[in-house]
């Protein structure tokens, strides 16, 4: 347990931040309709299952429209 508790320190602002992302990945995936690739089924799957950064880092690269 004291091994937990040496990286609490760095693990707490790390899933903060990747909270965050998600959660500001999601809003952006909901209230937009066009993407240039796949739909919002996809996007949003992708993102939950990936929620590591991965998703919502891959849905920026490659689903936002631009514009």
Do not use: C, D
């Not at 996809?42 to 929620?51: D, E, F, P, S």
């Not at 590591?52 to 689903?63: K, S």
């Amino acid at each position: 347990m004291s091994e937990i508790q040496e990286f609490l320190p760095f693990l707490i602002p790390l899933i903060l931040l990747e909270m965050a992302l998600l959660i500001y990945t999601l809003r952006h995936i909901l209230t937009h309709s066009n993407y240039r690739r796949g739909n919002r089924v996809l996007w949003i799957i992708v993102v939950v299952a990936g929620m590591q950064f991965i998703g919502p880092v891959l849905y920026f690269l490659l689903g936002k429209e631009e514009g």
